[in-house]
């Protein structure tokens, strides 16, 4: 069964980085184009980047552009996030999501998400 | 890009039937056939409901539809039921220079 856990969230400083990782397993990873979505606490849900499967086409949201970097091991089947100047209005859970074949924002699996909290 | 927009709320008694609306632009929801939909009960992850405006995941109940006009899409959820009962976002494409926005959710109650 398709599984995607999620791990490296916790509590940091204003212009502090975090690195989150998104663990794969029960379909073929490199098969996949991977996305991070978040949800602040109490509020909607954000995309925030997007990477094909060969880790040659990525995306990311205004809001993280310049801050944030994606990017992907097939050989280890993991997804990460490398976040960078964190700001509070960062705080937020942070969910992996497989994108549905052939249907762009189409995200069929989620991680149970890891919780970022960006705070002094 | 805005987030698409939906209603705050919605309810409804068990049985009937509701309709949660996801009104965007003609650069997302009216451009493309590429509407998303997810259900997300508290404490959880999201669950994807709908895809490509009105396809159904294997798994999803036959209660829920969707559908799009012009630049709204739309959830329907028939026969309601006690479990229903959660937050529902609308995802939409828009594009190469800005991939996807979702909706701001609907927390549906049921009565």
């Known amino acids: 069964q398709v599984q995607l856990v999620e791990s490296g969230g916790g509590l940091v400083k204003p212009g502090g980085s975090l690195r989150l990782s998104c663990a794969a397993s029960?379909?073929?990873?490199?098969?996949?184009?991977m996305s991070w979505i978040r949800q602040a606490p109490g509020k909607g849900l954000e995309w925030v980047s997007y990477?094909?499967?060969?880790?040659?086409?990525?995306y990311y949201a205004d809001s993280v552009k310049g801050r944030f970097t994606i990017s992907r091991d097939n050989a280890k089947n993991s997804l990460y996030l490398q976040m960078n100047s964190l700001r509070a209005e960062d705080t937020a859970v942070y969910y992996c999501?497989?994108?549905?074949?052939?249907?762009?924002?189409?995200?069929?699996?989620w991680g149970q998400g890891t919780l970022v909290t960006v705070s002094s | 890009q805005s987030a698409l927009t939906q209603p705050a709320s919605v309810s409804g008694s068990p049985g009937q039937s509701i309709t949660i609306s996801c009104t965007g632009t003609?650069?997302?929801?009216?451009?493309?056939?590429?509407v998303s939909w997810y259900q997300q009960h508290p404490g959880k992850a999201p669950k994807l409901m709908i895809y490509?405006?009105?396809k159904r995941p294997s798994g999803v109940s036959n209660r829920f539809s969707g559908s799009k006009s012009g630049n709204t899409a739309s959830l329907t959820i028939s026969g309601l039921q006690a479990e229903d009962e959660a937050g529902y976002y609308c995802?939409?494409?828009?594009?190469?220079?800005?991939?996807?926005?979702f909706g701001g959710g609907t927390k549906l109650t049921v009565l």
């Open positions: 490509e405006v009105s």
């Open positions: 999501a497989r994108d549905k074949g052939g249907s762009y924002m189409t995200f069929d699996y």
């Open positions: 029960g379909f073929t990873f490199s098969d996949y184009y």
């Open positions: 003609s650069s997302d929801v009216g451009s493309y056939n590429l």
């Open positions: 995802c939409s494409y828009a594009g190469v220079s800005t991939l996807g926005v």
């Open positions: 990477i094909s499967s060969s880790g040659s086409t990525i």
